[in-house]
């Protein structure tokens, strides 16, 4: 299962209970943490059988234009036994200012091989309610929802009904929702570019920043995020997510779904913990 890193930290774990093999496929800073068409036909193998694609992306907040989708369609058209799961739990939150796409929006001839995987979490808020669906091949689905009732049987009727209320609810409140996120980002994108040793390139969508702190290692002699994170915890207070965590060592992921109060004291936390 080839997998673009950084990744959301369960895709491995996932494949791997399903007794596959997860491949990572590095990405970093200079392509703005997407893979290309190259790396990916590099990547593929007689034993490649899914791609997982994430956009917008946790932890990086990028998202894959529609020309940059269709580079990676007509690779995956040359391998028929590739499946494509594409993961758009983020798709209402971006500001790029194009219509989101994913890669079956681009290119119909995948339709029978993808499965588009979304959820009422990040876009309704509703997190702990616990609702993502899925749409697919109707074999495929139906294989699914056995191991689903073999696992946690279902989700509760009450979160079922809140989530079709949701999704068929009126959703003019997202504009300002995702204004609200653009500003949070607009200003720890900013402040993090004025850090010494920090390198952090703007988000497309999602509420995630995931700057290298490669430069702050190098300077205080660390060579393991973890003890890195565990060291701007323990002496700012601030928690951040190793990108080891992500499959991307050096990285940090930065949350930034909260308030611009909080946000302001994590980043002069942040800036005095680098200044010292």
């Given amino acids: 299962v080839l997998i673009p890193a950084p990744y959301w930290v369960s895709y491995p774990d996932i494949v791997l209970l399903a007794d596959a093999s997860p491949v990572a496929l590095p990405t970093d800073l200079s392509t703005r943490f997407k893979i290309t068409p190259q790396q990916l036909e590099a990547a593929i193998t007689p034993n490649s ?6 956009s917008p992306s946790n932890p990086t907040g990028s998202i894959y234009t529609r020309a940059e989708l269709a ?12 499946w494509i799961a594409t993961d758009d739990m983020y798709e209402h939150i ?13 290119c119909a001839e995948l339709k029978p091989r ?8 990040k ?3 509703m997190t702990g309610w616990r609702i993502g669906y899925a749409a697919g091949d109707a074999r495929v689905i139906a294989a699914m929802a056995k191991v689903q009732s073999q696992s946690t049987s279902n989700p509760c009727s009450i979160s079922q009904v809140a989530a079709i209320a949701a999704l068929n609810g009126k959703q003019d409140f997202l504009q300002q929702m995702v204004e609200a996120f653009k500003e949070r980002h607009d200003y720890v994108v900013g402040a993090l570019q004025q850090m010494p040793g920090v390198e952090c390139a703007p988000a497309d969508g999602a509420f995630y ?4 702190f490669v430069g702050v290692m190098e300077r205080l002699g ?3 995020d973890v003890v890195l994170c565990e060291q701007i915890l323990e002496q700012a207070q601030v928690a951040l997510v190793p990108g080891s965590a992500f499959g991307s060592p ?13 946000l302001r004291e994590a980043m002069r936390r942040l800036k005095r913990f680098l200044d010292a």
């Fill in 114 to 121: 993808t499965l588009v995987l979304n959820g009422v979490s």
């Fill in 209 to 212: 920043s995931f700057p290298s």
């Fill in 123 to 125: 876009a309704y808020a």
């Fill in 71 to 82: 580079a990676l369609a007509e690779v995956l058209i040359a391998h028929p036994q590739v």
């Fill in 250 to 262: 050096g990285y940090v992921r930065l949350s930034y779904a909260t308030s611009m109060e909080t």
């Fill in 49 to 54: 059988r899914l791609l997982v694609l994430n």
């Fill in 94 to 106: 971006r500001w790029t200012g194009e219509d989101y796409a994913n890669i079956v929006n681009v």
């Fill in 222 to 224: 660390i060579d393991d």
